[in-house]
T-cell receptor, first 113, second 113 residues
């Protein structure tokens, strides 16, 4: 079945550090890929998405490139801020139906000033 | 603010009891989803409704049921509660029924004692 594997957290960085959160997937067909972010006390928000191979999604300084050859969708940001502290979820959707939207376990990121 | 409203935000009850969680989707969204978030299971899809009809079912227990009303709000009913049902229950909505771009509410935190 379809699945998403994220790097285990928690991840702790200093402000202005470079961020990478790894995400790899297993899926049949050609999935769409997503990163969601959950700030403390809030629901998940869509951060960025990519719908086909080599697409790059970007938003709020975050980027992720859909790599079909390595089945990966790693999240990167060049210079993180304290306000980026949150839990980040990688997700994929492959096929029809809401049950086909599969989330990773989430990676908790803490940025220290 | 995602536009998705969930009530109550917090709920504490005893084993064996029944509770109802309520969700109002974003204005114009026809599709409503319910997810359960727990520390050990991560984010689990429960059920989806689209314009009043059940559209997809995930790992929803038989003790749980949901419905979507003509005004598009949805309720998730949890009965014969067990300690293991303690979790954060999220509602999400979308305009389309087959999208990976969901808008999440802030969640209802259920504690079963």
């Amino acid at each position: 079945g379809n699945s998403v594997t994220q790097m285990e957290g928690p991840v702790t960085l200093s402000e202005e550090a470079f961020l990478t959160i790894n995400c790899t997937y297993t899926a049949t067909g050609y999935p769409s890929l997503f990163w969601y972010v959950q700030y403390p006390g809030e629901g998940l928000q869509l951060l960025l998405k990519a719908t086909k191979a080599d697409d790059k999604g970007s938003n709020k300084g975050f980027e992720a490139t859909y790599r079909k050859e390595t089945t990966s969708f790693h999240l990167e940001k060049g210079s993180v801020q304290v306000s980026d502290s949150a839990v980040y979820f990688c997700a994929l959707k492959s096929g029809q139906g809401a049950q086909k939207l599969v989330f990773g376990q989430g990676t908790r990121l803490t940025i220290n000033p | 603010d995602s536009g998705v409203t969930q009530t109550p935000k917090h709920l504490i009850t005893a084993t064996g009891q029944r509770v109802t969680l309520r969700c109002s989707p974003r204005s114009g969204d026809l599709s409503v989803y319910w997810y359960q978030q727990s520390l050990d299971q991560g984010l689990q899809f429960l059920i989806q409704y689209y314009n009043g009809e059940e559209r997809a079912k995930g790992n929803i227990l038989e003790r749980f049921s949901a419905q979507q009303f003509p005004d598009l709000h949805s309720e998730l009913n949890l009965s014969s509660l067990e300690l293991g049902d303690s979790a954060l229950y999220f509602c999400a909505s979308s305009a389309d029924y087959n999208t990976g771009e969901l808008f999440f509410g802030e969640g209802s935190r259920l504690t079963v004692l």
